[in-house]
């Protein structure tokens, strides 16, 4: 039996995606292409409603591939969107065998054997799935793993979808995501990525673990496992303490690049947002997070056109970015997801001053990009080999500790090792090294 998925979405969805892969290989399943595939799992996203849109279409693309081949052809939608839709997915597209939400993946082997014996699985609809989380999951030869730490969210900002298809935060027992740091140092792995929606919420009550604490007990597990390099995703500034900065600058098994979306420069915006923050105390913990590691850099998302905004408050947002100087961002502009408290809000921002507030916004963030990039050349850098480039059998990939790309020439026996590299010249967002040099201790 052979198996094909789509993923979209954030990177949960792919960890998610992976132990669902695992699930059909300890089964004897067969990754495939979508032609030859006898079950297809698009797991999706909600966060966006252009995401839904992709994945509607490619619904439709395989329902009607499955109409015309008249073959046994099972398809299941996953994820948020599947949370978030349920069974009237099914009722606008008939040939969709299974909608499986975030909660359900403990019914995906009932899937898989209903598959192999050309049946429909069914299921107690009083039975509420257990959720669980799923782990790392690792394809071979890959040397990066994100490891789930904890699951949903309870921020409910006034224009995110999440806590609605992911549920109330849940966070995992330290033991196991120990376990799993162990596991994945001993398959090769050198650099992890804790996941959670609200990753710096994390907090296991019953031992009195918080974010921070935990940092410390998986850094302490890193070190024995030869895992060199550890990131998260994705920190609420709101969430973010001193005690997790003091254990951040302590070790330098941190990466010196975050993520901390600020989504905007407002403080007004931001308190209808529902953040939990103004916009001074977030330039308060730039402040701080930069006097514990001053080479650390900043990433960040920006959200333009929220209802009510104004030409003041774009400035405001403006600014900030010329304060913070984020090395890149991810900027987008208010679409209005129903079920959010954001839906029904007063003056919505027209289309057309939405797209040109966010012009305005990416072509300040390009600059300081090019600035940032161009003032790091000459630098010597440690990166992790991470594969073969794709537009150059000749060419290895590369990744620094702040999470910038460098090509530079080499083999495919070097990819999983630290390599020391001089940033020559930049193509794009991209830089290019001559020579790279494998650094056996790292």
């Known amino acids: ?47 966006r409603l252009t995401a839904e849109k992709r994945v509607l279409g490619r619904i ?104 609605y298809v992911r549920g109330r935060e849940i966070s ?3 033991e196991s995501i120990a376990q799993e ?58 969430n973010f303490s001193i005690k997790t ?10 990466c010196r690049h975050m993520h901390l979306p600020v989504q905007h420069g407002s403080s007004s915006v931001l308190k209808a947002m529902n953040r939990g923050y103004t916009a001074e105390q977030f330039l308060e913990l730039v402040k701080e997070i930069r006097k514990a590691m ?22 405001m947002t403006l600014r900030l970015m010329e304060e913070v100087r984020f090395m ?16 029904d809000l007063p003056n919505r921002i027209g289309e057309e001053v939405k797209k040109e507030r966010l012009s305005r916004v990416i072509e300040l963030q390009q600059k300081h990009t090019t600035e940032i990039l161009k003032s790091r050349l000459g630098s010597t850098e440690i990166v992790l080999i991470e594969g073969i480039s794709r537009k150059n059998a000749d060419e290895l990939i590369t990744r620094t500790e702040k999470d910038e790309m460098v090509a530079v020439p080499g083999s495919k026996s070097m990819i999983g090792s630290f390599a020391k590299v001089t940033l020559s010249s930049l193509k794009g967002n991209t830089f290019r090294a001559k020579e790279a040099f494998i650094c056996p201790g790292v």
């Open 181 to 238: 740091i162990r596991l994945v140092g001993e398959r090769g792995v050198r650099s992890v990525t804790l996941l959670g929606q609200n990753v710096n919420s994390y907090d296991w009550k019953k031992g009195n673990v918080d974010f921070s604490a935990l940092l410390k007990i998986v850094s302490d597990e890193a070190a024995k496992s030869g895992i060199n390099w550890i990131r998260f995703l994705s920190a609420n500034p709101g």
């Open 245 to 254: 900065i003091e254990v951040l600058a302590s070790n330098n098994r941190f």
């Open 328 to 343: 890149y961002s991810y900027m987008y502009h208010f679409n209005p997801r129903e079920g959010t408290k954001a839906f």
């Open 1 to 47: 039996m052979n198996y094909y998925f789509e993923t979209y979405g954030c990177q949960m969805n792919s960890a998610e995606s992976a132990a669902l892969s695992l699930v059909c290989r300890e089964r004897g399943w067969t990754e495939s292409d979508s032609e030859s595939a006898d079950l297809v799992l698009l797991n999706t996203c909600s966060v």
């Open 60 to 163: 439709a693309d395989f329902c009607g591939i499955k109409k015309k081949n008249k073959r046994k052809l099972t398809i299941v939608v996953a994820g948020c969107m599947a949370e978030r839709l349920g069974d009237t997915l099914k009722e606008k597209h008939p040939l969709v065998d299974y909608v499986m939400g975030t909660s359900a993946r403990s019914l995906f082997p009932q899937i898989l054997e209903a598959a192999e014996n050309g049946t429909k699985a069914i299921f107690d609809k009083n039975e509420k799935p257990v959720f669980s989380f799923s782990g790392a999951h690792l394809e071979e030869g890959k040397f990066s793993a994100f490891i789930p730490i904890m699951h949903g969210c309870n921020n409910f900002c006034s224009y995110c979808i999440v806590p």
């Open 294 to 315: 001053p080479d650390v850099t900043l990433s960040t998302d920006i959200l333009v056109g929220f209802p009510g905004e104004t030409e003041e408050d774009l400035d």
């Open 172 to 174: 995992r027992d330290p």
